[in-house]
Nanobody, 118 residues
Framework: HVQLVESGGGSVQAGGSLRLSCAASGYTYSSSCMGWFRQAPGKEREGVATIDSGGSTSYADSVKGRFTISQGSSKNTVYLQMNSLKPEDTAMYYC??????????????WGQGTQGTV
């Protein structure tokens, strides 16, 4: 069973930055793809970014150029660096794993989430 634990959320002013972390356990990262999605109250879930075992990344258009996903040296930690934050980035951010084949943001499993407020 995969366990994903997020941290690093908080409240910042517009234009500021947040760095989210995700610690994964219970599976072998080297054979998987991980990512982040977010959900704001009253809105649909939105895929944010993914990174695969080879380090290839993908981003939602709404965050390209502002957010960066990366992996730790142990490859069981994934980060999301969020810069130039806007009020519309306010959401609960979820770390996820198991990217979809047709839609990379169609994840198999996710954590409890961490709140980011701008």
């Amino acid at each position: 069973h995969v366990q994903l634990v997020e941290s690093g959320g908080g409240s910042v002013q517009a234009g500021g930055s947040l760095r989210l972390s995700c610690a994964a356990s219970g599976y072998t990262y080297s054979s998987s793809c991980m990512g982040w999605f977010r959900q704001a109250p009253g809105k649909e879930r939105e895929g944010v970014a993914t990174i695969d075992s080879g380090g290839s990344t993908s981003y939602a258009d709404s965050v390209k150029g502002r957010f960066t996903i990366s992996q730790g040296s142990s490859k069981n930690t994934v980060y999301l660096q969020m810069n130039s934050l806007k009020p519309e980035d306010t959401a609960m951010y979820y770390c996820a794993e198991g990217c979809g084949e047709n839609d990379v943001f169609d994840f198999e499993d996710w954590g409890q989430g961490t709140q980011g407020t701008v």
